[in-house]
């Protein structure tokens, strides 16, 4: 990062001669004032070979631009100018005056290292792989500079004391015969200590994104490269690509502080990008014990979901058991919320995505309310949890929330769902209200126990052969599953019988229920009109919000959060810890309150068996239905359906009284 001001600095009208440049019109682009300024600028044979501008011409240029700005004498649209310097600085991150964040907006990340090869010849498009932060927008511009605040443990001075014995959520026995090396490890806990705590180690440090988006990944990795600047000066951190395949083919870049600068505090997962690839076989544990060793890695940290992490221990117990120095440190994400325990009582990304949503479906609401014709049926991503929906119905106040995890504990049918539906609308309508909201868990299909038991037999006829015209196959169904099969909606049954996976089986997540249910509420009003007990009309509305809420500028909660669990990350790597997963406490306090430790991974597993063997995996945290979420939503829900108590959030706050609410889930289940 160039500094602000430089002694060297030999051309003083440089500002003024920018200034009346751009005030000639109220917007201009850059791109003219650079036409204008930069035939005064002391440009080295390189500069004017056509090559990037050399240190020497930035820094007047940075401090012109810096002065103009200040004066406010235009209003800068700045397009694309590439900094570059052959050794560039390295600048404290923390320092948000060395460069103005207007100026630096004109930067793309770039990478030095890519592969270990030295970007040398390449033009600036091959160079580049980042992204333009010339056209942020104000929002985004202004996020690159939120100063993000720490746990106080995380300011000073810490030890790292490491608790009692741990053991699994489940099948201790079998866990401790899949994880010999790791089993029974203690969790550990970052204290405040007095003796100053210095270590002259540099670090080599490893970092994937693995799984599905969501927000605020990009602050995780800033928070382990910070750290390392901070506490490991000299330290090196590399981004695989792509995920998990990144880390098996060792496709990497270095990361450094003008790569990482444009997405702090940004959406998305685009620093490195992400993948679903999973390392489990002995040859790709193979490709990642030389990756690690290529690049002589001290540490690896793997940032994702219940499926990721488990590979992240079983990566650990790998590197362990060949007594490779590699430690591996997981980092708990998913907007799903279904990553959680009372070590780790959030997974990133599930505040942003939820407040995402509620926006989404307040908006609906009032849509609802003001044509007083439509019911809105909004199935919410979330995979089998169902949080999402439980989270985004205590923010607005839906008229009907269908919970999935209910559904499988009354063991109720898909006719009893409908029926529940309509009876209520039935209700509304006689009190004049012709709309509302019905919310809709995506897994909503998973916990119906008679539509798993047609989904598997439909499995097994579909792959014995064609299936013939006349539906003749249907008498291979057994007498409940046809019956089922005959209620359903005929483009469900088409879907059913055609969307297959490579395994021929039936692709569950692409069932659209929302649509569904809308055709068998139809179906079932037209009944009830045919008898005289509906008199009224129905229209049905559906949506699905799904990925407009995984990649979202993260809300300041998840912005911290996922900083420290970087943060946090980097600390336990640093005293050499491994097969541990980030774990950031107290989360219902101000950060400044916030605990920050590890938790053993292998405490977190349960076995299934899957092709006669064990096989280790985290278990999914669940909607409780004795939970404080799930009971404060049960006690209002009766009093949404029949009345309008519609609440609109609106969009995320960034400052204001609301920027650091925190989601309800959170604050029931930790009591605050």
Not at 108 to 121: D, F, K, P
Not at 415 to 422: A, E, H, K, L, S
Request: charged residues 20%.
């Amino acid at each position: 990062m160039v500094p602000s001001s430089s002694p060297g600095f030999s051309h003083p009208s440089m500002a003024s001669l920018l200034a009346s440049t751009t005030a000639k019109k109220k917007s201009v682009s850059l791109r003219v004032a650079l036409h204008h300024v930069l035939p005064k600028l002391p440009l080295s044979p390189t500069d004017r070979g056509g090559g990037f501008p050399s240190e020497k011409t930035v820094l007047p240029l940075w401090i012109a631009v810096n002065r103009c700005l200040k004066a406010k004498q235009a209003r800068v649209g700045i397009t694309a100018f590439w900094i570059h310097s052959t050794e560039p600085s390295k600048p404290d991150h923390c320092n948000k005056e060395a460069l103005p964040s207007r100026a630096i907006s004109t930067a793309m990340a770039t990478a030095s290292v890519i592969n270990g090869e030295l970007a040398a010849g390449k033009s600036a498009s091959e160079l580049n792989t980042g992204r333009f932060t010339a056209v942020y927008s104000e929002v985004q511009t202004s996020r690159i500079d939120h100063d993000l605040p720490l746990p106080s443990v995380l300011k000073g001075s810490f030890k790292i004391v490491d608790g009692p014995p741990s053991s699994a959520a489940g099948n201790p026995g079998e866990i401790a015969k899949l994880f010999p090396c790791l089993f029974g490890q203690p969790s550990a806990q970052l204290l405040p200590c007095r003796e100053p705590v210095v270590s002259e180690k540099k670090l080599k440090i490893g970092v994937v994104l693995s799984g599905g988006q969501a927000p605020g990944g990009h602050n995780v990795i800033c928070g382990i490269y910070d750290y390392l600047q901070d506490r490991a000066k000299g330290s090196t951190v590399y981004g695989f690509r792509g995920g998990p395949a990144g880390v098996m083919k060792c496709k990497y870049v270095e990361l450094t502080s003008e790569y990482i600068y444009p997405y702090r505090n940004q959406g998305g997962f685009d620093m490195i990008c992400s993948g679903r690839d999973k390392i489990e076989t002995p040859e790709q544990f193979k490709q990642a014990e030389e990756a690690v060793i290529k690049l002589d890695l001290d540490g690896l940290v793997v940032i994702g979901g219940d499926d990721s992490n488990t590979n992240a221990c079983l990566l650990a117990e790998n590197f362990r058991k060949k007594n490779m120095k590699t430690r591996v440190i997981g980092c708990p994400k998913t907007i799903d919320g279904d990553l959680k325990c009372k070590e780790v009582p959030a997974s990133f990304g599930f505040d942003t995505a939820c407040k995402i949503y509620a926006e989404m479906i307040g908006n609906v609401m009032v849509d609802a309310r003001s044509t007083g014709k439509y019911y809105h049926f909004v199935r919410l991503m979330g995979r089998a949890a169902s949080h999402i929906t439980l989270e985004c119905a205590l923010q607005t106040h839906p008229n009907i929330t269908v919970i999935g995890e209910e559904i499988s504990a009354k063991k109720l049918t898909l006719r009893n769902v409908t029926d529940y539906i309509v009876n209520v609308i039935c209700k509304r309508a006689e009190l004049g209200y012709n709309y509302g909201v019905v919310l809709i868990p995506e897994g909503l299909i998973d916990f119906i126990p008679e539509v798993q038991t047609l989904i598997a037999e439909l499995n097994e006829i579909l792959a014995g052969g064609v299936v013939d015209e006349a539906g003749l196959w249907k008498k291979k169904l057994t007498g409940q599953s046809f019956m089922l099969f005959e209620l359903l909606p005929q483009a469900i049954q088409e879907q059913l019988m055609l969307e297959r996976d490579p395994h021929g089986n039936v692709q569950v997540a692409k069932i659209e229920t929302e649509k569904m249910l809308i055709q068998m509420v139809e179906t079932e009003l037209e009944k009830r009109r045919q008898e005289g007990k509906y008199k009224d009309y129905f229209k049905g509305q559906s949506h699905f919000f799904g990925y407009e809420g995984r990649c979202g500028l993260p809300s300041n909660f998840d912005a911290s959060y996922c900083y420290a669990l970087g943060y946090g990350a980097g600390a336990l790597l640093h005293e050499g810890k491994t097969g541990l997963i980030s774990s950031v406490g107290n989360l219902a306090a101000p950060v400044s309150e916030w605990t920050v430790g590890g938790t053993a991974l292998t405490a977190l597993m349960d076995v299934e068996r899957r092709h006669g063997k064990f096989k280790p995996v985290i278990k999914k945290a669940m909607v409780e239905l004795d939970g404080a979420p799930f009971k404060k939503f049960a006690s209002m829900r009766n009093e949404w359906a029949l009345e309008n108590h519609y609440v609109s959030p609106g969009p995320i706050q960034f400052v204001g009284p609301a920027s650091d609410a925190v989601n309800h889930t959170l604050l029931l289940e930790l009591g605050a």
